[in-house]
């Protein structure tokens, strides 16, 4: 009798152990506390016009490596089972776009995950030369921009 009851022990803790949670982020307060719903989204098919219209305007980029603690995060909330799924399954994404100030345009979840894998590694970012509330006005009036729903 006692091996049945370890066993079923042993089971039921297996059980517990496959639906743990997922550990916890670390998420930096600092943010602009724009909601996400609020964010514009630039997708990769629509970058190169993006890109052309602010050449246009005499607005420069570059293609950087930057280390996610270096960045700041513009948006105030999160998908964090996006950010796991990120961490966990490494997919080959575009750089996050950043303001000359170091805020983040776009690629919010993408730079939480290598926020979260290591901090202090370079991560790529395309890198706007204006100022965050400058990037966010122009990416709004963008005809190609999307935003996404909460």
């Known amino acids: 009798m006692q091996n049945k009851i370890n066993v079923i022990k042993s089971i039921g803790r297996e059980r517990d152990l496959s639906r743990q949670r997922e550990p916890e982020l670390e998420i930096p307060r600092e943010n602009l506390n724009i909601h996400r719903s609020e964010m514009p989204q630039?997708?990769?098919?629509?970058?190169?016009?993006?890109?052309?219209?602010?050449e246009s305007q005499g607005i420069s980029h570059q293609y950087l490596r930057i280390?996610?603690?270096?960045?700041?995060?513009?948006?105030?909330?999160?998908?964090?089972?996006?950010?796991?799924?990120?961490?966990?399954?490494?997919?080959?994404?575009?750089?996050?776009?950043?303001?000359?100030?170091?805020?983040?345009?776009?690629?919010?979840?993408r730079w939480l995950a290598d926020y979260n894998t290591d901090k202090h590694s370079p991560s790529p970012v395309l890198k706007i030369n204006l100022p965050i509330l400058d990037l966010l006005a122009h990416a709004r009036r963008f005809q190609g921009v999307e935003f996404r729903k909460g």
């Not at 630039?42 to 219209?53: E, G, M, R």
């Not at 996006?82 to 100030?101: E, G, Q």
Request: net charge positive; proline share 11%; hydrophobic share 35%.
């Open 42 to 54: 630039i997708t990769s098919n629509k970058l190169p016009d993006f890109l052309k219209s602010l």
């Open 67 to 109: 280390p996610p603690i270096h960045l700041k995060a513009t948006q105030s909330n999160f998908h964090l089972d996006k950010v796991h799924s990120i961490i966990k399954n490494k997919p080959a994404l575009p750089p996050s776009i950043v303001s000359r100030d170091n805020y983040i345009l776009d690629g919010h979840h």
